[in-house]
């Protein structure tokens, strides 16, 4: 069954930076947007970016806006959320999430695969 892989998680400094990456393992539909979330502790997850299938249009959050990076690159099935002047306050785990539509949702209502979870901890 097809599900997704998150990497590139791990601790660092504020106004450090890291890339996560995400891919899928198995067959997927020639079509799906995709979107990072994140749920720090104690709290709801939360959107974090969007992008839709043919890379054109994507959505950020406003706490993240100017700071992080949304791509992907279709030909090896891999996307990525470039993380730059990070905070404590993006302490969290971040989920990758797909769906089988060419826009993305801003919520995570239709999404039908998800990673596991990558653990991203700012310290200050």
């Known amino acids: 069954q097809v599900h997704l892989v998150e990497s590139g998680g791990g601790l660092v400094q504020a106004g450090g930076s890291l890339r996560l990456s995400c891919a899928p393992s198995?067959?997927?539909?020639?079509?799906?947007?995709m979107a990072w979330f994140r749920r720090a502790p104690g709290k709801e997850r939360e959107t974090v970016a969007a992008?839709?299938?043919?890379?054109?249009?994507?959505y950020y959050a406003d706490s993240v806006k100017g700071r992080f990076t949304i791509s992907r690159d279709n030909t090896k099935n891999t996307m990525y959320l470039q993380m730059n002047s990070l905070k404590p306050e993006d302490t969290a785990v971040y989920y990758c999430?797909?769906?089988?539509?060419?826009?993305?949702?801003?919520?995570?209502?239709?999404?039908?695969?998800w990673g596991q979870g990558t653990q991203v901890t700012v310290s200050s």
């Open positions: 999430a797909a769906r089988r539509a060419a826009g993305w949702s801003a919520t995570d209502h239709g999404y039908d695969y």
């Open positions: 198995g067959r997927t539909s020639s079509t799906y947007a």
């Open positions: 992008i839709s299938w043919y890379g054109g249009s994507t």
